[in-house]
């Protein structure tokens, strides 16, 4: 009881803005670029070995920039497609190798010095038994009823015995502590020591439309319970993760020019602790790949398939409700008869 009433007290706290981390942001001497977020989505042919990464940016002090994101292994992944939104922040769509991770993103306007953004570090809890690490919204759908997330995670068994894992070990919370669990998801698995999952899926389904995803918590309501927070969990990758070890010793990696340098020499290996496992370099097919009016079919194809995906859905609980009302009336109808 007394775990529970810590993780509740934690998570208001969390929705009155104690917690709040910043988001990730740079400047030079013309405009300020803010990366609020970002989200994957599967493309609709099932048997790609892409996906679509859409990045929520804010620019200010210029009209527009370019834009450049660095992975794990330092392979350049340039935007298929622009989505102005209000106040200028726009969506950029970035088509990449499926489960990419990333350490850098570059932006630059005509005319000014390229700005340098560190990506964020995949967040993770851990206790003396097990460590489960958080890798983002891999699909997602709204409208004016529901929202639907699906998202990815893994789990490490830290301990000496096996340990079975399902989906509902997990909670999700939203940015007012309110608790959801999962609706769709892996099979259970049983995972050794020493040993740890691949990447898992978790779906969330009939989510309110003003849902804001919080916090993931595993094993909600032990005393063993751990909780990633995201605005305070979601940090920038050290200079030495990005740059390399020497960063650490050398001043001159504040400077932009010697930052761009040292990122196209990165070492794989200075990327451990985000990567939690390296991923093959994938084939350098992106500038052909990725060309607006291609990114704007694959955006279009996997738009059509989520609405399929939540019409499927809605049917499946319209099916389960009209059938559950057919058995009541039966048993009525019986019970009057009889």
């Known amino acids: 009881m007394r775990s529970i009433i810590i993780l509740i007290a934690l998570l208001l706290a969390m929705a009155s803005g104690t917690a709040l981390g910043l988001p990730l942001q740079g400047s030079n001497e013309n405009a300020t670029v803010v990366i609020f977020g970002s989200s994957r989505m599967p493309v609709a042919d099932e048997n790609s070995t892409q996906e679509i990464l ?26 298929g497609l622009y989505r102005p939104l209000s106040s200028g922040k726009q969506t950029v769509y970035f088509l990449t190798e499926i489960d990419s991770l990333f350490k850098l993103i570059n932006v630059t306007q005509e005319g000014s010095d390229p700005i340098y953004i ?3 570090i995949t967040p993770n809890a851990s206790n003396d038994r097990i460590k489960v690490r958080y890798y983002g919204i891999t699909d997602s759908s709204v409208n004016s009823d529901e ?16 340990i079975n894992v399902t989906p509902f070990n997990f909670t999700l919370f939203d940015q007012w502590g309110w608790n959801y669990r999962p609706t769709m998801g892996f099979d259970a ?15 969330f389904t009939a989510l309110p439309p003003v849902f804001r995803p919080a916090a993931l918590a595993y094993d909600y309501g032990t005393p063993e319970a751990m909780v990633i927070e995201f605005e305070k969990d979601y940090v920038p990758l050290s200079d030495e993760l990005v740059y390399g070890a020497a960063s650490a ?14 990122a196209a020499a990165a070492p794989v290996a200075q990327m451990a602790n985000q990567t939690e496992g390296s991923v093959e370099k994938p084939p350098a097919n992106n500038s052909a790949a990725a060309k607006i009016s291609s990114i704007k079919d694959m955006v279009a194809a996997s738009e059509a398939r989520l609405a399929a995906t939540r019409q499927g859905l809605n049917q499946t609980d319209q099916d389960a409700k009209d059938a559950a009302i057919s058995t009541a009336a039966l048993n009525n109808s019986t019970a009057t008869i009889l």
Request: glycine share 6%; charged share 15%.
């Open 54 to 79: 859409k990045v929520d940016v804010g620019l200010m002090g210029a009209e527009n920039a370019s834009y450049e994101l660095l992975d794990q292994n330092d392979l350049a992944y340039y935007p």
């Open 249 to 262: 010793s050398n001043s001159a990696v504040n400077n932009a020019s010697s930052q761009a340098k040292m």
């Open 189 to 203: 698995q049983n995972v050794a020591p020493g040993s740890g999952t691949d990447r898992l899926l978790l779906g």
């Open 147 to 162: 929202q639907m997330l699906v998202l990815q995670v893994s789990v490490q068994n830290t301990a000496n015995q096996s």
């Open 118 to 120: 560190k990506w964020w």
